[in-house]
């Protein structure tokens, strides 16, 4: 668990690590643009945000939350 702070925002982010089988390019695709996607969210001031990275095959899961304070 990795928490920031700043002067309005907490920021917390958990890492999770999931198996999943690899189905090929477009499967890896799709989870590349959620995690662009996600990001854009987050940054837009949604007040959570899910990433997904595809490495090694392993579907890692970002949980990002940010809430006033």
């Not at 668990?1 to 958990?14: G, I, T, V, W």
């Not at 799709?30 to 854009?40: E, G, P």
């Amino acid at each position: 668990m990795l928490e920031l702070k700043f002067p309005k925002y907490s920021l917390s982010l958990s890492l999770h690590a999931c198996v999943h089988q690899s189905r090929g390019y477009n499967w890896l695709f799709q989870i590349v643009s959620a995690s662009i996607l996600s990001t854009s969210y987050l940054i837009m001031g949604f007040h959570s945000a899910k990433l997904f990275f595809f490495y090694s095959g392993l579907l890692l899961h970002c949980e990002c939350k940010c809430e006033m304070m």
